[in-house]
């Protein structure tokens, strides 16, 4: 198994130009937890995983991976400790065809998966291995942004949303991706508005509001308390 | 007219065309990658050939190690403005890299007319170059023939590095979304410095290709990136292919317009950017947003 990495924010806050988005976020995800942070749109959910990404221009307050402060590092910096982020627009490139897609993100270590096994576990990503990364479906890209993070030997895995807007048979394939990562010991950080998806593969859920962390349910709380998790998604 | 003449001026016009395409070539990259219009590409150009006279003159190294130095040194500058000045442009809008660099044109030239004047400055054609082919319907001197093959060899060189290696993958993908490059783990700023690097190392290449035929001067820049700007603008901004087939073409198309209607062929090259302007604004290659 890999050695997962553990990732720990404090205080965190972040900006977009002049508007102040995180406004003191503190949360833990140990070596090996899947935790999930759910919440109403423009939560600041997306922004937290941008600011661990090292994507914001202006943040303050800690960051630590395996206990190595990284607030202030540059992305790469970030992506060689062994950070895979797959975004929620999917980043997929117009100009690289899918094996190049597969291909850029640089290897951390030989840990990861080979291209082989990734087609294996993709076989709609084999037969269109050729094709420009934008000429994909919906659901093909977003496999593609998962499977193209499996190569490099990460450890610590930011999902934002990766089920929003596919259909069940491309959200079950998703899922076992997931399940395999989380399987092979890996720590995972997933913003998800699915709390079914959720609920499914997290240890915890952290429930983000205007930009603070609100509350937070383990897994055994859920059941009791759903109707608290259906108001604070607004459903 | 004699065939003389009319494969004269095409011979003429391919080898202005591999210039044009080398530069225009250098300039796409650049814009692509790092968005910043680069005035002073013909300074590089002007860098290049002098750097080639310098290296003959000053420390007794002839051509074929210059063809190699030169573009050398033309990209090793390049890198130093690129850390020191140029990277400080690309969170503002376009015009203030074209300015940046417009002046860095003003003062490269400048400082070299201070200290070599204007007078052209010739560059002997290597010995193994010299001469040429009879070829029946014309007189190809075999330096001209030169010319032309290194340059079309290199722009597609350079286009198979960007389209078919790693390393070209890494420069597409941080000339279509930087940020998130980085987020993969590849070191974008650094790539930006090389990118602009090879741009203007393509513009030093041209610059010591042209020696030999044109003479050495500190102005040997300054027109020529007007032309170059307008292939650019025909062949698509951010196209490699635009940039090297339009380069190529439209030196050809200059060099018949000197044989058919000679008072037009300065302005041939500006009639079509016209066109192409009001026909497909994103240019020939180039791709609609």
């Known amino acids: ?235 | 007219m004699s065939t003389q003449v009319l494969f004269g001026q095409l011979l003429v016009g391919l080898i202005n065309g591999s210039f044009y395409a080398l530069l225009a070539l250098g300039f796409a990259i650049i814009f692509g990658l790092l968005g910043i219009i680069n005035v002073a590409q013909g300074t590089f150009y002007m860098i290049g050939a002098f750097g080639g006279w310098m290296l003959l003159n000053y420390a007794g190294i002839g051509y074929w190690p210059a063809l190699i130095l030169a573009p050398l040194i033309a990209g090793v500058i390049g890198m130093a403005l690129e850390k020191t000045l140029i990277s400080r442009m690309y969170k503002l809008d376009h015009i203030y890299g074209l300015l940046l660099t417009y002046g860095l044109m003003m003062f490269i030239m400048g400082a070299f007319i201070w200290f070599y004047a204007t007078a052209p400055r010739p560059y002997p054609v290597p010995p193994e170059l010299g001469g040429g082919y009879n070829l029946g319907f014309m007189f190809l001197p075999k330096y001209r023939a030169w010319v032309v093959v290194v340059s079309v060899v290199f722009c597609f060189a350079t286009w198979f590095v960007i389209e078919k290696t790693s390393v070209g993958r890494n420069l597409r993908a941080a000339t279509e979304n930087p940020m998130l490059t980085r987020a993969f783990g590849i070191n974008v700023p650094a790539l930006l410095t090389f990118g602009f690097g090879v741009g203007v190392a393509l513009a030093g290449l041209a610059g010591v290709l042209a020696g030999p035929i044109k003479n050495v001067t500190p102005l040997m820049g300054g027109e020529l990136v007007i032309v170059v700007f307008a292939i650019v603008v025909v062949g698509g901004m951010q196209s490699i292919l635009g940039a090297i087939i339009t380069g190529l073409s439209l030196g050809v198309l200059e060099g018949l317009t000197k044989v058919f209607y000679a008072r037009g062929s300065d302005m041939v090259i500006f009639v079509v950017m016209v066109i192409v302007l009001l026909v497909k604004p994103a240019g020939l290659f180039g791709k609609e947003k």
């Open chain 1, 1 to 235: 198994m890999a050695d997962a990495l553990s990732l720990s924010i404090k205080d965190l806050q972040a900006f977009y130009g002049d508007s102040h988005v995180l406004h003191g976020v503190s949360l833990d995800v140990a070596a090996g937890e899947v935790v999930t942070i759910i919440g109403r749109n423009g939560a600041g959910k997306t922004t937290t995983l941008r600011a661990v990404m090292g994507m914001l221009e202006r943040r303050t307050g800690s960051i630590t991976l395996g206990g190595k402060e990284v607030i202030g590092a540059a992305p790469e910096r970030i992506a060689r400790l062994g950070v895979a982020y797959v975004p929620e627009e999917r980043g997929i490139y117009a100009t690289l065809d899918v094996t190049e897609n597969l291909m850029l993100p640089r290897k951390v270590n030989d840990r990861g998966m080979s291209l082989e096994r990734i087609y294996k576990l993709f076989p709609n990503l084999y037969e269109r291995r050729g094709s420009q990364g934008t000429r994909l479906s919906g659901g093909e890209q977003q496999m593609l942004a998962i499977a193209r993070v499996l190569r490099t030997g990460a450890s610590l895995f930011l999902l934002d949303e990766p089920t929003e807007g596919l259909a069940p048979v491309i959200v079950q394939q998703i899922g076992a991706a997931i399940e395999l990562m989380k399987q092979e010991g890996h720590t995972i950080l997933l913003v998800e508005q699915n709390f079914r998806f959720a609920t499914r593969i997290a240890d915890r859920h952290y429930v983000m509001e205007r930009g603070r962390i609100i509350d937070q349910i383990p897994r055994a709380e859920i059941a009791a308390r759903e109707s608290q998790i259906q108001q604070y998604l607004g459903i």
